[in-house]
């Protein structure tokens, strides 16, 4: 089996990756999310990372619900292209996809009843449900030929260990690993999230992108305990692999971090941004893995 692993398309889709899927007779896509360009990035880093702020709450409801619909509309370029492939594709949603971070995060005040034009907010979800021949996997699994695809949502945050939704969702994937224990055993389970795992080589984000990221809400700076934070994947993801080993990982979300580790009986692989011209193709053969390409 041969998979064409993508992602963080960021409201494109490059026409090499057409020859690509022909070319290396592709047998399945996975994509780890992005779809929509996510191109008011700027005003959310300034108002809202690290806070427990909204960013309607800041610019008002009806201009947040602007930027929100022409967000979305980018994102149908690459979902029309890729539900249009000859292929099966497989998909869980990034963090740029408007899903709820409450798989990771407790919410400290509830906003839901307040949510200017929620229904806009969650219509990427809706646009999913439309195009059949994308099939989203998150919290949930799928098959295809004799293996079995787990999948996870990612943010843009490592996550709170401690926090109820973070147990909550661990438990939701524990059984679904526990369902398929035989399966996993064989090495015929690969495990999909957009973030790829925390404390790799594959998630740390330089400190020039990082200074970036703490500017606004903790000062230009880098402090000595934010150092720790170059490593920004899915400590849930993480923990999932540590503790249940499948034969593959795929995630991504750190652009930069674009590459293979081998991490105890797993391969990991974060195959880079779509968005910059970037994917990977994984041969598969009974339950072992046989190659690892880049597409740059």
Known sequence: MRILAI???HGTFQKK???IIDKEKIDLVVSNGDYPPFHYRKLWF???????IELWEVIGKEKYRKLVVKDLKYAEKPLKILNNL???????LGNIDYPSPDDILDYTKKRTSTLPNFDEKYKLIKLLRGYSHIQRFDYSYLKFKDYIFIGMRGHSAPGRPKNKAFKKHKKILSNIFHKFKKENKNGKVIFVSHNIAFN???DKISKKILKKVLKGHEGKNLKKK????????????????????PLLHIGGHIHEGMGKQKLGKSWLVNPG???????????LDEGKIKKIKFVR
């Open 7 to 9: 992602g963080d398309f």
């Open 46 to 52: 300034k108002h809202c990372y690290g806070k427990d």
């Open 86 to 92: 000859p292929i099966p594709v497989f998909t869980v």
């Open 17 to 19: 990756f057409y020859k």
């Open 200 to 202: 790799t080589k594959l």
């Open 226 to 245: 934010e150092k720790i934070k170059q490593h920004y994947g899915s400590i849930l993801a993480r923990v999932i692999l540590d503790k249940y080993h």
């Open 273 to 283: 941004s779509a968005h910059e011209g970037k994917a990977a193709i994984i041969d």
